[in-house]
């Protein structure tokens, strides 16, 4: 009895052993398939609409690989890191190492990001170097990458190639000036038809403040019509309000007076 006792036990730690290295294997492959390359040569492909990465302050570069369809690729890249501002940038290169463009962030303890729209002349693999910054100070560094338009590799941002052509706006940027009173806002039409003239709404997130003396909280300026991938930037004096007085909230075509392909992506936070 005793012999067969300890044939049983070790018959259950073989079990366990190939069930524990069965997991192990499992866990190593979804490692892979959510890696960070460095290594220019193997990208890790991409087969959703974002990727997220995290590096440190060594100034890591991570090579991506989309395959992408003809048309408007829109591309959206966040940042955030656990200090202070620094930039993040994105190289994007064509079939053949043709060089696409490229996109950049500030980045700091509070998220950010940029969109910028690429036109592709036809379907390719679009390999996108994340370089980090260098600064041994920099605990860790956040990044993610959001794809629409042009959607490849199984991803689809619900547009269809054979869709009527149609505008569509988008606030791609605020800015803060140097001036505490001014804010600068970037509009972008980032669909394949012209827009035509709108309407621009920056509204401040603030509640009142009797000592500022005023309680207008929105402005509005007009937005001339735009070119498919064009886009438009102005000024906006806020006086006697100032920057900290947010969070800030723009509208593009707060009207809805322009027919666009996207009604849901008409307006940007700043800071989120």
């Known amino acids: 009895m005793t012999i067969n006792k300890h044939k049983e036990t070790r018959s259950s730690l073989l079990t366990r052993g190939k069930a524990c290295k069965l997991i192990f294997l499992f866990a190593a492959f979804c490692g892979i398939t959510n890696a960070q390359s460095t290594d220019p040569a193997n990208p890790t492909p991409i087969t959703s609409t974002k990727i997220e990465g995290k590096g440190t302050g060594a100034g890591a570069t991570y090579y991506y690989r989309y395959q992408a369809k003809k048309g408007s690729l829109k591309i959206t890249l966040s940042g955030q890191t656990n200090y202070y501002a620094t930039q993040f940038e994105a190289d994007l290169k064509g079939s053949g190492g043709s060089d696409i463009g490229r ?112 309680k207008t909280r929105v402005w509005s300026i007009n937005v001339p019509a735009l070119e498919a991938g064009k886009g438009f930037s102005a000024v906006i004096d806020v006086s006697p309000l100032a920057q900290t007085n947010g969070p800030w909230k723009a509208i593009v075509d707060r009207s809805n007076s322009v027919k666009e392909s996207n009604e849901t992506n008409n307006s940007l936070i700043h800071p989120l």
């Not at 500030?106 to 370089?131: G, M, R, T, W, Y």
């Not at 806002?185 to 005023?214: E, H, Q, W, Y």
């Open 103 to 214: 996109i950049y962030v500030s980045a700091d303890d509070k998220p950010n990001h940029k969109l910028k729209v690429f036109n592709l002349a036809s379907d390719q693999s679009v390999d996108i170097a994340v370089k980090l910054s260098k600064d041994d100070s920099l605990k860790w560094q956040y990044y993610s990458i959001t794809f629409a338009g042009a959607a490849g590799s199984g991803a689809n941002d619900g547009s269809s190639g054979s869709a009527q052509a149609a505008p569509d706006l988008v606030v791609s940027e605020i800015v803060f000036d140097e001036s505490p009173g001014q804010i600068r806002v970037r509009i972008m039409n980032v669909g394949n038809a012209a827009s035509s003239a709108c309407f621009l709404a920056l509204a401040s997130g603030a509640k009142d403040d009797p000592s500022i003396g005023t």
